[in-house]
T-cell receptor, first 113, second 114 residues
Framework: DVKVTQSSRYLVKRTGEKVFLECVQDMDHENMFWYRQDPGLGLRLIYFSYDVKMKEKGDIPEGYSVSREKKERFSLILESASTNQTSMYLC????????????FGQGTRLTVV | GDSVTQMEGPVTLSEEAFLTINCTYTATGYPSLFWYVQYPGEGLQLLLKATKADDKGSNKGFEATYRKETTSFHLEKGSVQVSDSAVYFCALSDSGSGTYKYIFGTGTRLKVLA
């Protein structure tokens, strides 16, 4: 069974903290993505990675960075968490081809207080 | 850049009614198009897809046709059930920039009443 696993289901962090969200996939997929999901705004792409150490900004990269040191792992970093980063964060992975299905993790509900 | 635009929800229908959820897109290359569904409390899962113009994707009674001339991929179902209540996302994967970026719309919430 294919799997994308996010390290935490729920997180509560304080304003100004550095936050790491981890995502691991076991399907040998080239592409990995981080989205945030907010009511009325759908899924917005933060960053994606198409290979180890390769990344590309999505639509809302401000306040975030990413790391992909190994093919199976893609980390999202909030350098200094703020309350407007309270959201559901979704990780996904795909093969590097046009008609491929995206597989999603279960999501991390992050609350910044 | 690439984008997906969906009709705003929520959409509320009675059981056995006809469903249409509109989706249009802009893309630099030749995208593949998808519909994903998110049931309450669950993750996103693929509902159907189409990879080239005039292709029709279908699954569980849902259909969508890839219309290049109108850059659209509208989701339809002839007779909805209460169990179809969920959020539906239109998405595209485009290799126009050389990488397969995956872009989603804002989602449309469907509520089906018995």
């Amino acid at each position: 069974d294919v799997k994308v696993t996010q390290s935490s289901r729920y997180l509560v962090k304080r304003t100004g903290e550095k936050v790491f969200l981890e995502c691991v996939q076991d399907m040998d997929h080239e592409n990995m993505f981080w989205y945030r999901q907010d009511p009325g705004l759908g899924l917005r792409l933060i960053y994606f990675s198409y290979d180890v150490k390769m990344k590309e900004k999505g639509d809302i990269p401000e306040g975030y960075s990413v790391s992909r040191e190994k093919k199976e792992r893609f980390s999202l970093i909030l350098e200094s968490a703020s309350t407007n980063q309270t959201s559901m964060y979704l990780c996904a992975s795909t093969l590097s081809m046009a008609d491929t299905e995206a597989f999603f993790g279960q999501g991390t509900r992050l609350t910044v207080v | 850049g690439d984008s997906v635009t969906q009709m705003e929800g929520p959409v509320t229908l009675s059981e056995e009614a006809f469903l249409t959820i509109n989706c249009t897109y802009t893309a630099t290359g030749y995208p593949s198009l998808f519909w994903y569904v998110q049931y309450p409390g669950e993750g996103l899962q693929l509902l159907l897809k189409a990879t080239k113009a005039d292709d029709k994707g279908s699954n569980k009674g849902f259909e969508a046709t890839y219309r290049k001339e109108t850059t659209s991929f509208h989701l339809e179902k002839g007779s909805v059930q209460v169990s179809d209540s969920a959020v539906y996302f239109c998405a595209l994967s485009d290799s126009g920039s050389g990488t397969y970026k995956y872009i989603f719309g804002t989602g449309t919430r469907l509520k089906v009443l018995a």
